[in-house]
């Protein structure tokens, strides 16, 4: 064995110029791959810890009482808040009510993690993230608090998720009060976290995701591409490596040796990349903070890792090259017109994989596991397709052999002699087109979601409502949009009894003569008395709302609701009526689709694994295409010795690489439709075949481009050749 | 004009009729009469028993023989360049390679034009010249 690892290592470490072009792509495969692996696996660790350390915010709610869930009793609180949301970024911010309970004013265990004390009544306390997007508590209509644990008052780390993350802290102005029930929730303490806290639950989207989506969302988009890079770059042309096997075989030494030796030569290169990344990480893996292409930052040091995960991660890539180095040809292919099964079973796992991604959508599968059969299904096509690429190649030249072109002959000839070979640039591109394609579906779905939950009103009212005395709130807020000089209608709203099925608000005018002036309309006519459908056709005509009838049943406030609607004869913005109404305790206003602009993190996440896969994949495709740059220049001098002219050889050339890559492309695309409109039927993605169709016709314009820029390198490869 | 080199140059993905009508083919020759040549050619050289044959099945003595018959497969050849077409053969498979290459020459009415460091080999040609560099014949 010390011979086989000195003759590999020799090998390996060949000064020769000829081994440089593999000893370079292994080393720098190795250390993405590896380095991409430890990201994966911090990114894991990440999306469990990130929710705990942030679930501290929300403290420990009271104890049930009775069928009650724990935090609907005030017995024993030390606090009461309720979650609202304010339109700061172009995004709903999550925004905390926090109000103490009486005797408790200075009581630390009332004050939530990131904050060194309470906020006085009517101050506000905002994340770093807040205030370096330029934000004051002012622009809400609070008072600036210092009372964070952070930077100049902000709130502190340990009460964020990620450094990007914005949130905010308010406290009712004095003599205000969230009131009882409904959306209130009492804390007992927050020295404390609840294990059972759902951070980010119900009403916001956490800046970094969940594990159940982190997960196989690191395993799609970076492990798998990675390792793709990897097993491309094990397969890195060198004559010094080809000389030493013939060598070996010379002498006789048994083929498992000489896999040994082959796969000891590829492992100890890896190695090597291997442990520059894992230098690389322990160094500057406390300053990998920023999510490319989104807005999201971690904490310094999120994604450091115990030392010993270092060990699992350098075994698999290491691993991995180890056991694709042994997979090398030891002698010339024998010829054989029948395809090897283990192709037939590629072929046979891609259509059952596909096949898998069908059924999921169907209601042959139970809803509760077709996610996880969908996934599986998705992995499957990414496994199977790159290995059924030259299988159908092949099928595609077998097809073309009898055409009349000598090209078209030549080549698919060619293609069906060595389509595992000539396949490889093809394989890892439908690769990239399926993994890039599920990140545009889920990335649609998301982007989807988040337009359908942002409501819109038509009528162009605000609907906003707040904690409290509904009574003495609605002539508070009469009363500051007259001090602004403002002519709006404030006019209540009610929602009806749904219990039979969806029912619109209905507005509730308790001043019919300003209501109607205020739509320039005849209250004399309107207003009169037994004119009440005259009224509410009115109403409905100008807000969109009917009144309420005699008959109608009224629903019981939700709590969270729109308890007014607010028109205003000139344009008036969500941040204007966040500014003129912040005083009203747990102010809420219902934010539109034009308000929300800003992309959900989920979508921001699925943007950065799709741009991460492209590049690690693109780069296995143009390192495919340097190999095949060094063998075609060696094909470009034997056609020209055959009377070939320069230009009928790369027709040749072009079509033995155009033929798997369009056969690929159009499996890959396939195989895409397929899964994002499955994905559709399961509510997870999106189909929308013109994206897919731009992904694939980028994606193929990717290795042309790149051989197009090889070419003058294939003509001075060609010309030393001739020599 | 043919050309033969040290090394067959032969293209695995084709039989050895496919290699000899290859040159044909991209003349734009149709498929069966180029095929047709191609065998005529290879029985020329003795090889007709190995039409369709898998390439690298083939000896070397009898992957240049192929390669003789695909430089001499063109029917208006005038002119085959042979460089070193016998380094890699053994004594006896360097004479009758060669023998054949002037043969089927002679018969297409063609002109070989052949460089080797066998003495053998040229002893076998028609008309030697012996190229030295300047300083080594001064």
């Avoid at chain 1, 995701?209 to 097993?231: E, H, K, R, W, Y």
């Avoid at chain 1, 491309?232 to 896999?259: C, I």
Wanted: glycine content about 8%.
């Amino acid at each position: 064995m010390r011979t086989v690892l000195r003759f590999s290592a020799a090998v390996a470490f060949s000064h020769d110029r000829r081994q440089r072009w593999r000893q370079v792509c292994l080393l720098a495969a190795s250390f993405i791959a590896t380095f991409a692996v430890l990201v994966a696996l911090g990114l894991i660790a990440l999306s469990y810890t990130s929710p705990l350390r942030a679930g501290a915010m929300l403290g420990v709610p009271t104890a049930a009482v009775g069928d009650d869930y724990p935090g609907m009793s005030p017995e024993g609180a030390v606090a009461a808040v309720v979650d609202r949301g304010t339109l700061a970024m172009d995004r709903q911010v999550p925004t905390v009510w926090i109000e103490p309970m009486a005797g408790h004013e200075d009581d630390p265990t009332a004050v939530p993690p990131g904050l060194d004390e309470l906020p006085g009544p009517g101050e506000a306390v905002l994340s770093p993230a807040l205030v370096a997007a330029g934000y004051t508590a002012e622009d809400f209509g609070w008072l600036s608090s210092a009372a964070g644990s952070g930077t100049d008052g902000t709130i502190g780390d340990e009460g964020l998720a990620a450094a990007s993350e914005p949130l905010i802290f308010v406290r009712p102005e004095a003599g205000a009060s969230l009131g009882e029930g409904g959306a209130v929730t009492y804390i007992a303490t927050y020295a404390e976290s609840d294990p059972n806290a759902v951070y980010g639950g119900n009403s916001y989207d956490p800046e970094v995701v969940s594990v159940t989506m982190m997960a196989p969302g690191v395993a799609i988009f970076l492990v798998v591409p990675s390792l793709v890079l990897l097993i491309s770059s094990s397969r890195a042309r060198s004559l010094v490596r080809d000389e030493r096997l013939r060598f070996l075989h010379t002498l006789g030494v048994r083929a498992r040796t000489a896999r040994t030796t082959m796969a000891c030569e590829t492992g100890l290169l890896a190695l090597s990349g291997a442990l520059i990344a894992v230098l690389a990480h322990a160094v500057f893996g406390r300053w990998l903070t920023v999510i490319p292409a989104t807005s999201i930052r971690l904490f310094p040091g999120d994604l450091s890792l115990p030392w010993w995960v270092y060990l699992p991660a350098v075994a698999v890539t290491v691993g991995c090259a180890f056991f694709c180095g042994a997979l090398g040809r030891l002698l010339p292919r024998r010829r054989s017109r029948r395809p090897r099964a283990g192709h037939m079973i590629a072929v046979a796992g891609l259509v059952a994989a596909v096949l898998t991604v069908i059924g999921s959508a169907t209601s042959w599968v139970s809803p509760s596991v077709a996610s996880t059969v969908f996934v599986g299904g998705t992995i499957g096509v990414i496994i199977f397709l790159p290995l059924a690429v030259p299988t159908l190649s092949a099928a595609a030249a077998s097809s073309m052999r009898t055409m009349r072109s000598p090209v078209l002959w030549a080549a698919a000839r060619r293609l069906r002699h060595d389509a595992v070979h000539l396949s490889r640039v093809a394989s890892v591109l439908g690769v990239l087109i399926v993994v890039v394609s599920f990140a545009v579906a889920l990335w649609g779905s998301a982007a989807a979601t988040q337009a359908e939950g942002s409501s819109s009103h038509s009528s162009g009212a605000i609907a906003v409502g707040w904690r409290g005395d509904p009574e003495g709130g609605l002539e508070a807020a009469r009363d500051a949009f007259a001090e602004e000089g403002r002519d709006v209608l404030i006019v209540s709203t009610v929602s009806q009894d749904d219990t039979d099925g969806p029912m619109p608000r209905l507005v509730d005018v308790d001043d019919c003569a300003s209501f109607v002036a205020f739509f320039n309309g005849d209250s004399a006519d309107v207003c009169a008395p037994g004119n009440g459908d005259k009224l509410s056709d009115f109403a409905e005509a100008n807000t969109g709302m009917r009144t309420p009838e005699d008959t109608t049943r009224l629903g019981p406030d939700d709590g969270l609701g729109d308890d007014v609607a607010i028109f205003s004869r000139e344009p008036l913005s969500t941040q204007n009526v966040q500014r003129i109404l912040g005083f009203l305790p747990a102010l809420n206003i219902s934010l539109t689709a034009s308000d929300v602009t800003a992309p959900l993190p989920i979508v921001q996440w699925l943007v950065a694994g799709a741009l991460v896969a492209f590049a690690i994949l693109g780069l296995a495709i143009v390192r495919e295409i340097g190999d095949r740059s060094v063998e075609d220049s060696g094909r470009d001098v034997i056609y020209q010795r055959l009377g070939l002219s320069l230009h009928t050889s790369d027709k040749l050339a072009w079509t033995v690489l155009l033929i798997p890559l369009v056969v690929s492309t159009v499996t890959a695309f396939f195989c895409s439709l397929v899964i994002s409109y499955a994905g559709e039927v399961l509510q997870i993605a999106k189909g929308d075949t013109l994206k897919l169709v731009l992904v694939a016709a980028i994606s193929l314009a990717l290795p042309i481009g790149a051989i197009l820029l090889t070419i003058p390198a294939r003509r001075a490869a060609a010309s030393v050749n001739r020599r | 004009m043919g050309l033969i080199q040290q090394s067959p140059n032969l293209l695995e993905e084709f039989s050895t009729s496919e290699n000899v009508a290859f040159p044909l083919l991209f003349d734009g020759m149709k498929r069966p009469h180029a095929l047709k040549l191609a065998v005529e050619a290879l029985r020329g050289v003795g090889m007709a028993h190995r039409t369709d044959a898998d390439i690298r099945s083939l000896s070397g003595g009898e992957a240049q023989r192929v390669a003789v018959a695909r430089a001499l497969v063109r029917p208006d050849v005038s002119l085959i360049v042979a460089d070193e077409p016998t380094a890699s053969l053994d004594v006896e498979n360097a004479r009758r390679v060669t023998e054949l290459l002037l043969s089927e020459a002679d018969r297409h009415s063609a002109t070989v034009l052949l460089a080797t460091h066998d003495p053998a080999v040229a002893a076998l040609c028609d008309r030697t010249y012996h190229l030295t560099r300047e300083h080594d014949a001064a």
